[in-house]
Each structure stands twice: as structure tokens, then as C-alpha cells.
């Protein structure tokens, strides 16, 4: 007798995962210059806090994670139209994996604490201080490598401080939207 498991992923559950994975590579594209060395400012954040908010902490996970294996194996997902190990392996790729981290923690505080819109606000901006984290440390140690290191003070200068804002932004416009629309996702 073959039986489905109720934590089983449905096909609707999967096609979200799809969806939600293509919406963060659009939003990767969708990218405004920035000089070197700082980093680009897109919109791929929103389509991550979009994908948590609206599949929720399970599904969202498996968005984010469906959308770096995809960057991972080559696929053009990443801003500027990148993908490879390169792109995650290179001085940036932290906050790109850092996406993971961020969506894990997700998961793990609104399991315990509940999908208010306070626990998943907070559970967002918790997760993009764990982005920001795993990013920096993950640029620093990569520049201490090449010989040229880089002080916490300049990396957050490039890296963090100018991102804080729009970041919240994109994450106000998450919520507006899984207002809008999350019912019809659940």
C-alpha cells in the first residue's frame, strides 16, 4: 500500500516553489548601477521575502533553495544575468547565500512563535540582519585571502549600510503584497 505522507510536498506545493524561484531570478535582473566597489542594489531580496511570506517558512525554504541550485548548476538567475559556483564562490556570493540562512531562520522562529504579521515581520528583519552576517563575514575572509584585506567598517560601508533602507522597503512591499495575495497561495 503506498501512502502520502502529510508533510509530503503536493504538486501545488511544488509548482509554488517553482514560481516563487523564477520570481527571485526575475527580481535578480531587475538591478540599478552602482559604482565598484559597492555592491549591486536589486530587487532580489524583495523576491525572497516575497516567496517566505507568501509560501511561509516550509515552502519559502524551498523556494530559495531551488532558486540557488539553479544559480549553482550555471542557470542565468543571478544579477546581471550570472549563474555558477563562481558567482557564489566569488566576494559577493555570501549574501547570495546567505538567502538560505535567512530563509531558514524564517522557517524556524514562525514554526515556533506563529505566522502573525508582527512574528513574520520580525522573523524577516532578523533573518536580513543573518543575510547581512554570513555576507560580510564571507566577503572579509574572502579579501583577507587575496592579500588586500578589507576592515568590517569599509565591508558594511559597501555592503550593508547602503542596502538597510531599500531593504525594508522591498520588505514593506513583501508584506503589502502577501496582504493582497497570500490568501489565495494557502
Not at 527580481?27 to 536589486?42: D, R
Not at 524564517?106 to 512563535?113: D, E, G, I, N
Request: some cysteine; charged content about 10%; proline content about 4%.
Amino acid at each position: 500500500m503506498n501512502t502520502v505522507h502529510s508533510d509530503a510536498l503536493k504538486t501545488r506545493d511544488l509548482t509554488f516553489v517553482a514560481v516563487f524561484a523564477v520570481l527571485m531570478a526575475v527580481c535578480a535582473w531587475v538591478s540599478v548601477p552602482v559604482p565598484a566597489p559597492l555592491v549591486q542594489f536589486t530587487m532580489q531580496t524583495f523576491g525572497v521575502y516575497a516567496a517566505l511570506l507568501i509560501l511561509g517558512g516550509r515552502r519559502g525554504t524551498f523556494a530559495v533553495a531551488a532558486y540557488l541550485l539553479l544559480g549553482a548548476v550555471g542557470a542565468p538567475v543571478f544579477s546581471g544575468f550570472r549563474g555558477g559556483l563562481g558567482v557564489l564562490l566569488g566576494t559577493t556570493g555570501g549574501y547570495i547565500l546567505g538567502f538560505f540562512f535567512q530563509a531558514l531562520l524564517y522557517w524556524l522562529v514562525t514554526a515556533k512563535l506563529g505566522t502573525s504579521l508582527t512574528v513574520k515581520t520580525a522573523a524577516c528583519v532578523a533573518g536580513t540582519a543573518v543575510l547581512y552576517a554570513f555576507g560580510t563575514a564571507w566577503y572579509l575572509t574572502l579579501y583577507a585571502q587575496t592579500g588586500s584585506p578589507v576592515g568590517l567598517m569599509t565591508a558594511l560601508g559597501y555592503c550593508v549600510f547602503p542596502f538597510i533602507l531599500p531593504d525594508m522597503l522591498k520588505l514593506a512591499l513583501a508584506l503589502a503584497l502577501e496582504h493582497r495575495i497570500g490568501k489565495y497561495v494557502r
